[in-house]
């Protein structure tokens, strides 16, 4: 099965477009099962996104969110994934924090990995080697082809045994938190949203080129993968 590519004039038709189907997937996923699971990505792109679906009329209820990764800071810095979904979906919509499930990146990020594990592990009531299945899981893409926190050459790009890891990012100094590929490629249903001239080079790459998750981490999943893109990202596709 070859991935779903979708092309859209802006980047906030194909925000609004993702975040729709989104939506769409988590209520088919409710009736069948009674609840739903969904994990979202942070960064600049899902912004709009998110913006969308604060503004649609869906019930949350049942929807269990949790975080695909997040950079190691305080939930109210700057650069804080979660203080970004906070502002711009969790706090315009009705949802219990109990459905709300954060990577607590205030602490070191290998207890921050350690606490997130188990969370989804009781949540999604796994025993000791299982896996979660999530209904929905949106990820990005970055300009060289990362996706969640498995950036080029991550040794954890390889690892299919895992749920959470902490993971050091060199090139950016940071420490941060991330869902692994495992996770990535058991998800129900996989959306990718890109958008930006910035992406088009490696987003060819991804689509185009011979897989090779190690050097292009978002081809994790390719095949299962429905891709939202504005015509900016889609240029030299």
Known sequence: ???????????????EACGDRILELLAGARIARGVTSLAVSGGSTPRLMFQSMAMRPFDWTGVELFQVDERGVPPDHELSNFRMIRETLLGKIRIADGQVHRMRAELSAAEAAHAYEEEIRRVFDLGPAGIPVFDVIQRGMGPDGHTASLFPGEPLIANRTGIVAAVHVEKMKQDRITLLPAVLERARH????????????????VL????????????IALDASAWYIDKAAASQL
């Open 1 to 15: 099965m070859d991935p779903k590519i979708l092309i859209f004039d802006t980047a906030v038709e194909a925000a």
């Open 190 to 205: 996989t959306l990718c949203l890109v958008s930006g001239h910035d992406k088009a080079a490696a987003l060819r790459e």
């Open 208 to 219: 185009r080129g011979k897989v090779n998750p190690m050097a292009w981490p978002s081809q």
